[in-house]
């Protein structure tokens, strides 16, 4: 399994809540770790450089802990997921603001 089969969600501008094309993203990222149970998984928040670094941070630690919380609400074990925060990042705005996933073991 390689991290671009892992996806990602993406935020609208200071949100964490995650929509539908997100929720069908971690459908299916949660599939993949119930079919692979040795799939260990990083779940890095980030966000855009709108606002200050603190605000950004906390931001992105928050849209990653929604990412994971939704990940073990469709029973993915909580020990297989590695929160990480990235804080902002210099990309387009729409791209910035998302959770992603590397692999950290399989």
């Not at 539908?20 to 949660?30: F, I, N």
């Not at 692979?36 to 670094?53: F, K, S």
């Amino acid at each position: 399994i390689t991290d671009s089969q892992l996806g990602r969600v993406f935020f609208q501008s200071n949100s964490v809540r995650i929509g539908s094309d997100g929720q069908q993203t971690l459908k299916t990222l949660a599939g993949l770790m119930q079919q692979a149970p040795e799939l260990r998984v990083a779940v890095r928040g980030h966000a855009d450089m709108n606002g200050n670094a603190n605000y950004n941070t906390n931001l992105s630690q928050k849209r990653a802990q929604a990412v994971a919380s939704s990940l073990v609400e469709m029973g993915v074990e909580p020990g297989r997921l590695d929160l990480m925060t990235v804080g902002a990042v210099d990309e387009v705005p729409a791209e910035a603001r998302r959770v992603d996933f590397s692999v950290v073991s399989n």
